[in-house]
């Protein structure tokens, strides 16, 4: 059975950081791509990365590219969204998910939806206060 759990969330300043960690189960991680969307309270779901994790490459998005950072454990099959210099516009509800590893990822990224994304994980709060 397939599972997402996303971990790491908490309270920051700006100027901050925080490690979000997707911990997946069910298949390994380099199987898929996995991608982080965020979404905040009466905002709609944007996307934020995606990971191609077999090749270990990532793609951003134009908000958060040269903040935010992926990288991935193989031997923990988790993979994490390093976010340094957050800012209050930073603050959601960030969910992880798993698509087949089309170029139709960075499309979803860009322009949202949820495009082949179909595994998600229950999410974890980031509060950036100013």
């Known amino acids: 059975q397939v599972q997402l759990v996303e971990s790491g969330g908490g309270s920051v300043q700006a100027g901050g950081s925080l490690r979000l960690s997707c911990a997946v189960f069910g298949y390994t991680i380099d199987r898929f791509c996995l991608g982080w969307f965020r979404q905040a309270p009466g905002k709609e779901r944007e996307g934020v990365a995606a990971f191609y994790t077999g090749v270990g490459s990532a793609y951003y998005a134009a908000s958060v590219k040269g903040r935010f950072t992926m990288s991935k454990d193989n031997a923990k099959n988790t993979v994490f969204l390093q976010m340094d210099s957050l800012k209050p516009e930073d603050t959601a509800i960030y969910y992880c998910?798993?698509?087949?590893?089309?170029?139709?990822?960075?499309?979803?990224?860009?322009?949202?939806?949820?495009?082949?994304?179909?595994?998600w994980g229950q999410g974890t709060q980031v509060t950036v206060s100013s």
């Open positions: 998910a798993r698509s087949p590893c089309t170029d139709a990822i960075k499309l979803t990224i860009d322009h949202g939806g949820t495009g082949y994304f179909g595994y």
